[in-house]
């Protein structure tokens, strides 16, 4: 076993090799590999096989590509246009105007493509030209499509959760479930945020679309069907007990490519440039979770949970202390990583900490989430806001930041809400559980 401050370079080196430019996988690796060789020598590195085989010898992680899958189709088969336009028509008399359909939109392809990333390029696309066509502030309209598209690895089905369930062994079912009402109390407390901001400041918000016939309005509520159909099929075989996860993944992508067939966008090019898409984030993701397998594997062999137990025990802090501990750490972190990274690199060290303190396991996912959410519109890193100044293509990223400042105190508000009310979590879960 080896004490605090090794412990504490060790994690040091690894965030050092992230933020000179190497690939997040091998900043982990070669962390693991240097504190294996230098405390217990070559043959503990000869299991490195082994721990490839059994991280990735699992078949919830067959579900990863599957929604990545699934969301690649919907981006490009036209179904967020059609969404924000209907949720604009309803949504555009709020205070705020279309600001609210920026949120809304988001909530709901977040829903089905479980992507933040995915999330903020899509409905920047959409959103963008007609809020600036209509004068809207520039810098709000940034930060709500940014900020809107967090609730990707919220809401589920979500690509970030099923990790969390991998390595913690933790019930997806149970995390789904966790993650629904704080996405949905999420989605309107950014509503309620924008409202106020617009009835103090009405210039934010330009004005609205011509109003349509309520005939038309009635009709156009006909795309918001596929992404709650998805949505509602994916999650509902779960909770029926009639498909695992992964069985549910691929059903959702069955229905998504019935959805591009409906509106006539299946074609041999979308397929090609989904499967292209799928297999590079895909990759990505299980190549960093091969890094992060056998950095536990080694973490756990030097005993470093049990150091870290015993100097939290010593402290005498509580779990009310180690979360807040825990909000300051990681939205440090998110200034200088990307979420996924940051999740997988800091779980090993975090969880036995997390159940050694009693913390539920359900609800430190949605908290762990919640904390990611944040760090992707945290600068320097927060890749949200360069995925919507990419979208923007003019101005400064600084926009974009200023954007979300409003948004990123509300969701630390709504982390501290999650402390306090727990209830809020795992109330689902239990209810269906």
Known sequence: MIGPGEALLGFSMMLGLMLIGLPVAVAMFLTAFIGALSTMGWPILMTFGNQIWSGQNDFILTAIPLFVFLGEILVRSGVADGLYRALSDWMGRLPGGLLHSNIGASAFFAAVSGSSV?????????AIPILSERKYDERLTAGTIAA??????????????????SMTNTSIGQLFAAGIVPGIALTLAFMALIAA?????PGVAGPSLPPRPMAEKLRALLDILPPLAIFAVVMGVI????????ESAAIGVSCALLVALAKRRMTLSLLHESMIATVRISAMILLIMVGA???NFVIGMLGIPQTLTGVVADLGAGPIQVLFLLILFYLVLGCFMETLSMMIATLPVVFPLVVHLGIDPVWFGIFL???METGLITPPIGMNLYIVQGVRGTGSIMDVIWGSMPFVALMLAFTVLLIAWPGMVL??????F
């Open 118 to 126: 995915a999330t903020a390029a899509t409905i920047g696309n959409v």
């Open 293 to 295: 397998h056998f950095l």
């Open 427 to 432: 109330w689902l879960p239990g209810l269906l």
């Open 369 to 371: 989430v919640l904390m």
């Open 239 to 246: 909770y029926g007990g009639w498909a695992t996860p992964t």
């Open 148 to 165: 809107g598209a967090t609730l990707g690895i919220l809401i589920p089905p979500s690509i970030n959760i099923i990790i969390y369930g």
């Open 197 to 201: 901001i617009a009835l103090v400041n």
